[in-house]
């Protein structure tokens, strides 16, 4: 087990990582997009080089808005608290709607307000005639729940608290897939004992497959055989034996848009592929590689980098993200505080339940 100091950095980087992905893929955000060329990353990042303190900051999205409710619910409760978390979703969207909120998930919002609250699972199980968000924002919100979870180092804590983090805004199937997917990420990156450069991406993959597989076939009538992101895991492992790192291509085979089928198998394989150098994106940092990359897939860039982010803080912890980075991104001071305070649970006694309501 890393020791206490280096735990905490990891906790911290987790949700910094989380908010400087936001904030610097924000720049790029665009459904559009095949991928973004490496110049015009660079020119963001000399950007920041150029500013001062007092210049103002890149500005965070609806991805680090929902994930600083999420830290703030589970540290406030010490535990996860339904109405509590929909409540602070739904004051956070009418203090500040302009963050770039899905087009969708504001009508579960605006329901939650006029019902007072009664039900806060069924806004969400009515979007789309029932089917349920399957958008990428479960998933971009919920490093918290990882770092909420690992005290109790149990899988089926994480899957819970995931599950019903998720539900209060996306009841499809493969948005909840996806949130129990990243978080599991961040999981496995913050369990690590190892250098970091020794991480085994291919276990790291296996061990995914692992968790999601059963959960894939659960979800399925027995009769049919839908595994959408064990497929994509299976390629991933296929794409890192031959170090396929094209993102043009990589978008097409994984995705780059808001579903988050096509979102968070791209950032978990952004984060595992620049383990190793990338052609054409001269970064020497893994934790700076990880994310830049994952911007240079192109689409859903904020959240696909927030999601890289996240998973490559657990691993790298806080020291390996840019000072610049940490200094002109919006919010990264409350993060370091959301994450102490989360550290502070986990350092509190185990064995006791992951949620309340
Ligand atoms: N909204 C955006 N980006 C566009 C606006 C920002 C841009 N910079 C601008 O100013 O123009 N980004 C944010 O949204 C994503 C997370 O979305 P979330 O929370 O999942 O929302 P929602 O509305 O539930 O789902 C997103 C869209 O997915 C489609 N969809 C979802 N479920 C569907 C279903 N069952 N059937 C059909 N379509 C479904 C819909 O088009 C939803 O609107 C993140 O990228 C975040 O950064
Ligand atoms: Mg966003
Ligand atoms: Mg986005």
């Known amino acids: 087990m890393a020791d206490s100091a280096t735990m905490l950095s990891r906790f911290r980087a987790t949700l910094v990582g989380a908010v400087v992905g936001d904030c610097i893929g924000a720049n790029f955000e665009d459904r559009w997009l095949p991928f973004v060329p490496w110049n015009d990353i660079k020119k963001v990042l000399q950007h920041m080089e150029s500013l001062s303190p007092g210049d103002d900051e890149l500005p965070f999205t609806d991805d680090t808005a929902m994930t600083r409710s999420v830290a703030s619910s589970l540290t406030e409760h010490g535990a996860f608290h339904s109405r509590d978390m929909a409540e602070r979703f739904t004051s956070e969207y009418f203090r500040e709607p302009g963050r770039g909120y899905g087009r969708a998930v504001t009508v579960v919002f605006k329901k939650l307000k006029e019902s007072n609250f009664s039900d806060v699972y069924k806004p969400a199980s009515e979007q789309f005639n029932g089917s349920g968000s399957y958008g990428n924002g479960g998933a971009m919100r919920i490093s918290p729940v990882a770092l909420f979870a690992k005290k109790y180092n149990s899988f089926e804590v994480l899957k819970d608290v995931c599950e019903k983090t998720t539900k209060l805004t996306h009841s499809n199937k493969n948005g909840i897939l996806g949130a129990v997917l990243q978080a599991s990420a961040v999981d496995l990156a913050l369990s690590n004992q190892g250098p970091p450069a020794d991480l085994n991406v291919d276990h790291f993959v296996d061990k995914l497959i692992a968790r999601i597989q059963p959960l894939e076939n659960e979800a399925t009538e027995k009769s049919e055989t839908m595994q959408p992101y064990t497929d994509k895991l299976l390629k991933m492992k296929e794409f890192l034996k031959t170090g396929k790192s094209n993102s043009e291509q990589i978008a097409?085979?994984?995705?780059?848009?808001?579903?988050?089928?096509?979102?968070?198998?791209?950032?978990?394989?952004?984060?595992?592929?620049?383990?190793?150098?990338?052609?054409?994106?001269?970064?020497?940092?893994?934790?700076?590689?990880?994310?830049?990359?994952?911007?240079?897939?192109?689409?859903?860039?904020?959240?696909?980098?927030s999601m890289t982010g996240a998973i490559a803080g657990a691993l790298y912890g806080l020291e390996n993200i840019p000072t610049t980075w940490q200094i002109f991104c919006e919010g990264v001071p409350d993060a370091i505080k959301q994450a102490d305070e989360l550290f502070k649970l986990y350092k509190k006694a185990e064995g006791q339940s992951g949620s309340t309501a």
């Open 252 to 305: 097409e085979d994984l995705g780059n848009d808001v579903s988050a089928l096509d979102s968070v198998p791209t950032a978990i394989y952004s984060f595992l592929r620049a383990q190793e150098s990338i052609e054409g994106l001269p970064v020497k940092v893994p934790f700076e590689r990880a994310v830049l990359y994952a911007i240079t897939m192109g689409g859903d860039t904020d959240t696909i980098a």
